[in-house]
Structure formats: C-alpha cells, structure tokens
C-alpha cells in the first residue's frame, strides 16, 4: 500500500534560517513522483516542487530544495532564508502507479520575526 | 482568469440537503479529482475521473456522488449532508504524466 508519512505536526522557524521539513514515503512501484505542496491561511494549494523517482539529483526552485533519500524513502522539504510569508501548512504528496494521489498529514510551520 | 474553478466557495446547508458542488477547469486536462480537508487528516480522496466515461471511488466515497458532464466539469453531490460532512473541499486536475496537479481554490461546506 502506499503511503505518505509527515511527522512534524507544527515547526518554528526563525526569519531567515533554514527549516527542513520531514517526509517519508512507501510503495512498490518503482516509478513515482513526489511533490510538496503549501497552503496558505487563505487555503489555496500552491505548487512547491517535484522529485521523480528516477532523478538523479535533488530538486530546487528558489529557495525549495527536495532532500530525496531513495533507499531512506525519504523526500524532505528544505526551506532556506525563511520569510514571514512561508509561514504556512505544508503537505508532502505523492503519485505512482494508476496516478491516484495521496497525501500527508501535512506540517504547519510558523517563521518568527 | 484561475484555470480551476469551484463553486460555491463558501455553503451553509442544514443536515438531510441535497448540494452540489462544482468544478470547472480550463488547463485541457482529463483527469480530475475530488477531495475533502480536514484539520489534521490531510487531504482524503473522494473521488476521480480519468476521462469522461471513467469514474472511481477514492478512499472516502460513502455519502458522496459525482457527476462527470464534460471533460471541464466534474460535480460532486452530497445527496443527504450530514454535519461530519463539514469540511473544506477541493477539485483538482492533472495530465495523466504524473505531473503536479492544479488544485482549485476550495469550497468551505458547513452542515449544521
């Protein structure tokens, strides 16, 4: 079966420190994707980043960069410089097989002035 | 203009009503889905649809129907809502290519 593990309820951060947020992953299939996601107050989902299985090498964008640990099934969030605005809940999510998606519990982190 | 739709964004209904909830999308995908959120739980699966004569129960199917009228529109029913039916609910969309979906903006249901 597979499955999206978050551990860290809620994280604090102070502003401008990097924060890691923790995501582990399990199924068979040996090709699958993994995504972060990050959902204001507002509750909109926003699009963070994507780690394919077969990737070679960790994904950035900006200030995102995905910890990918395959033999750990592992998909960590790095959030560096933190600002006040990436206080938010964050879910780790992840498609394979029949392209269903399944999600984590998610993690609220709050960054502090 | 947002590529995913929903309406309404915010209902109050009483317990036994029937609703609908709807989606629109313009991103030319034919994959959608639906999801509630609640605090805690993450976001659980309701329903999908593959293509336009493709349905499938997700995790949290009971209590709930959905309606795929074109490949831009899958609508989600409560026929009888009940107030553990409250939730915020999204519709999402994907290209079938394992990519990201597109989420719309969510739909807060209150059943009191």
């Known amino acids: 079966a597979q499955k999206i593990t978050q551990t860290q309820p809620g994280m604090f951060v102070q502003e401008k420190e990097a924060v890691t947020l923790d995501c582990t992953y399990d199924t068979s299939d040996p ?26 090498q960790n994904a950035t964008e900006g200030r995102y960069s995905l910890n990918f640990q ?44 | ?52 004569k493709d349905i499938n129960k997700g995790e949290i199917s009971d209590g709930y129907s959905v309606s795929r009228q074109a490949q831009a529109k899958f609508s989600l029913s409560l026929e009888s809502a009940i107030p553990n039916q409250t939730a915020l609910y999204f519709c999402a969309t994907s290209d079938g290519a394992g990519n990201e979906q597109f989420f719309g903006p969510g739909t807060r249901l209150t059943v009191l």
């Not at chain 2, 995908?29 to 639906?34: E, I, L, N, Q």
């Open chain 2, 1 to 52: 203009d947002a590529d995913v739709t929903q309406t309404p964004r915010n209902r109050i209904t009483k317990t036994g009503k029937r609703i609908m909830l709807e989606c629109s999308q313009t991103k030319g995908h034919d994959r959608m889905y639906w999801y509630r959120q609640d605090p805690g739980l993450g976001l659980r699966l309701i329903y999908y649809s593959f293509d336009v």
């Open chain 1, 70 to 113: 395959k033999a750990r099934k592992s998909a960590n969030l790095v959030i560096s410089a933190s600002q006040l605005g990436d206080s938010a809940m964050y879910f780790c999510a992840m498609t394979s097989g029949t392209y269903k998606y399944i999600f984590g519990t998610g993690t609220r982190l709050k960054v502090l002035a």
């Open chain 1, 31 to 56: 090709s699958y994707g993994l995504f972060w996601y990050k959902q204001p107050s507002s509750g909109e989902m926003i699009f963070l980043i994507y780690q394919g299985s077969y990737d070679q």
